[in-house]
């Protein structure tokens, strides 16, 4: 009885709620700036170039998404079968509409296809370095086969090594010591860092949104990525493929600092380094002699 007399109100219902979500997402946009678009507000020029792909494939998809639910939602509603109507009336094919949504879907796969060949350049070829940032006597020549140069050639090259489940930075060496970390990589501001990224054990997946993309670190391969930070700040991040119970905590840091205290961190960092490669060699020597 209830029901009869409210047949609009309970058709109407789903449309009301997904007015409701559409709502939301509005009201909120910084709320779900993050989860949407990872890369949003990114520290480096390749994140931004991402981010901005993104968006706008999925403007291009949401208009097609809301077109098509759109009229999937009207004709539910409109052409409903109603008790002691007609029969609805069974529509065997459209040429016109068929030939239509196949070219205009040849015509989108075109159009981002377009977009997306205009910012591949600016977020597969690194920048330059600023003046600010690496100087000549501190900078790398960089060469691969796969990642263009960086212009001027002044860059900061790392070597990335992921391990269950944590991740191995290798820097330049100081003076001929051997300069590594973990878990933090700290990297001068106004800088170009390249990256050769690999794995010791299974497959990992470098990941930091805000300075680019996903790059894979496969045992037995090397990939190449890059970026440059413009300002001091904290980058965060993790491994993006499954590589065992412990994946969950394979977390990591980008830490950008001045030029100066950068090469400050690394000087004291091959110290650290050195003393405690000093001590172990003693250990191992007293050991060797039958001493605790």
Excluded at 74 to 102: C, D, H, K, V
Excluded at 168 to 177: E, F, I, K, L, S
Excluded at 214 to 241: L, M, Q, V
Aim: aromatic residues 8%; positive net charge.
């Amino acid at each position: 009885m209830r029901a009869a007399r409210f047949p609009r109100l309970r058709s109407a219902a789903p449309l009301a709620v997904l007015g409701a979500l559409a709502l939301l997402l509005i009201a909120a946009p910084s709320a779900f700036a993050d989860f949407f678009t990872p890369e949003n507000k990114g520290g480096s020029r390749n994140a931004d170039d991402i981010q901005t792909l993104f968006v706008i494939a999925m403007i291009i998809g949401g208009v097609i998404f809301a077109g098509v639910e759109g009229v999937l939602v009207y004709s539910l509603i409109r052409f409903r079968r109603r008790r002691g109507g007609p029969e609805p009336a069974q529509i065997r094919g459209n040429t016109p509409l068929e030939m239509g949504w196949t070219v205009g879907a040849a015509v989108i796969v075109a159009i981002l296809a377009v977009i997306t060949f205009a910012f591949l350049g600016g977020i597969t070829t690194p920048e330059r370095s600023l003046p600010s940032g690496a100087t000549a006597g501190n900078a790398l020549q960089v060469a691969s086969i796969d990642q263009a140069s960086v212009p001027g050639g002044h860059s900061l090259e790392i070597h990335v090594n992921g391990q269950q489940y944590l991740w191995r930075y290798d820097y330049p060496a100081v003076r001929g010591q051997q300069v590594f970390g973990y878990y933090d990589m700290y990297v001068p501001v106004g800088t170009t860092v390249t990256l050769k990224i690999t794995s010791s054990d299974v497959a990992h997946s470098w990941w930091i949104p805000k300075l680019g993309g996903k790059a894979d670190a496969i045992p037995g391969h090397t990939n190449s990525t890059w970026f440059r930070i413009n300002r001091p700040g904290i980058y965060t991040g993790e491994c993006a493929e499954l590589c065992g119970e412990g994946h969950a905590d394979m977390r990591a840091r980008v830490i950008a600092v001045p030029p100066a205290q950068f090469q400050a961190w690394l000087v004291r960092q091959a110290a650290d380094i050195k003393d405690a490669q000093a001590k172990l060699s003693l250990a191992r020597q007293i050991r060797g002699e039958g001493n605790p």
